[in-house]
């Protein structure tokens, strides 16, 4: 059967390769939203041009280095410094003041792709004087978008767009005190990058790891269904502290899972929610 881009992927094709990629590595996506998932299958045997699904099972199973380069096709990077400038607006407003009453602030960033929106956050941070006395964890299933978040290199041509999302965003001082350039790379300064902890973890499988005072995770939950969205929510409330805030995407919501009626809107329009109980 020959594969193009334009043609589905049956259902029982799909679940095959999932199981493979579930059994040989570890990586369950059985709960991702099936739609986007054929979509970003489907490109990746086009960009190499595997004609078969048997084809596709075959490489994955055979060939490590081949699935990191799946891993990392299929999954969705799209991010930003200061990714919609009114959400940073609100946090620096409504919820940081909040947080400087405690003597150990923790924020997780969950889903955190190559780092981008989590230094926005520590720049938040730094401007707020609450750097620090924070404690930042930035996670992701991907290791290799990992790797590249804990160098902090962006490139020049995006970081002069990123300038005009800080300045919207409230912004303090001169952008550039951030980052160092060589080349035609910027370099998030050190002292931001050691802010950090990079780790992976996968939200599907892994554990509350610790109780954080603020839990972000911007644009993941539309690539899940509902059963994983109610997971991931429940995984995010028992990491929560008492009135700890959650920050989810744009086009996301509470409205329709389990624990709504958990979480009171700080900012419904920049969906940014408070546990309650």
């Known amino acids: 059967m020959n594969i193009k881009p334009n043609v589905e992927l049956s259902t029982t094709e799909l679940d095959e390769i999932l199981t493979l990629v579930r059994v040989i590595y570890g990586y369950d996506f059985t709960n991702y939203a099936q739609a986007s998932l054929k979509r970003r299958i489907l490109r990746c045997m086009s960009l190499v041009n595997i004609q078969t699904v048997f084809a596709l099972r075959f490489q994955l199973a055979n060939d490590a280095?081949?699935?990191?380069?799946?891993?990392?096709?299929?999954?969705?990077?799209?991010?930003?410094?200061?990714?919609?400038?009114?959400?940073?607006?609100?946090?620096?407003?409504?919820?940081?003041?909040?947080?400087?009453?405690?003597?150990?602030?923790?924020?997780?960033?969950?889903?955190?792709?190559?780092?981008?929106?989590?230094?926005?956050?520590?720049?938040?941070?730094?401007?707020?004087?609450?750097?620090?006395?924070?404690?930042?964890?930035?996670?992701?299933?991907?290791?290799?978008?990992?790797?590249?978040?804990?160098?902090?290199?962006?490139?020049?041509?995006?970081?002069?767009?990123?300038?005009?999302?800080?300045?919207?965003?409230?912004?303090?001082?001169?952008?550039?005190?951030?980052?160092?350039?060589?080349?035609?790379?910027?370099?998030?300064?050190?002292?931001?990058?050691?802010?950090?902890?990079?780790?992976?973890?996968?939200?599907?499988?892994?554990?509350?790891?610790?109780?954080?005072?603020?839990?972000?995770?911007?644009?993941?939950?539309?690539?899940?269904?509902?059963?994983l969205q109610n997971h991931v929510i429940r995984l995010f409330h028992d990491s929560l502290a008492s009135l700890g805030y959650l920050a989810i995407g744009s086009k996301e919501s509470l409205l329709f899972t389990d624990l709504q009626s958990q979480f009171e809107p700080i900012s419904a329009e920049n969906k940014i929610f408070r546990r309650t109980r």
């Open 65 to 227: 280095a081949f699935f990191a380069w799946f891993l990392q096709t299929i999954m969705v990077n799209v991010t930003e410094m200061f990714r919609d400038p009114p959400f940073y607006t609100n946090l620096r407003e409504k919820v940081l003041p909040l947080l400087a009453s405690y003597p150990v602030i923790k924020i997780w960033h969950a889903g955190c792709s190559t780092g981008e929106e989590v230094y926005s956050m520590a720049i938040l941070l730094k401007e707020a004087n609450l750097l620090e006395r924070c404690r930042i964890y930035a996670t992701d299933l991907n290791a290799a978008n990992l790797d590249k978040a804990r160098l902090g290199i962006i490139p020049l041509q995006t970081i002069h767009e990123y300038e005009v999302n800080y300045k919207e965003a409230g912004g303090k001082t001169d952008f550039s005190s951030y980052y160092t350039t060589e080349g035609d790379q910027a370099i998030i300064n050190k002292n931001l990058r050691d802010s950090i902890l990079f780790a992976q973890h996968n939200l599907v499988t892994d554990r509350v790891f610790n109780e954080f005072q603020l839990v972000c995770c911007r644009n993941v939950l539309i690539y899940f269904n509902k059963d």
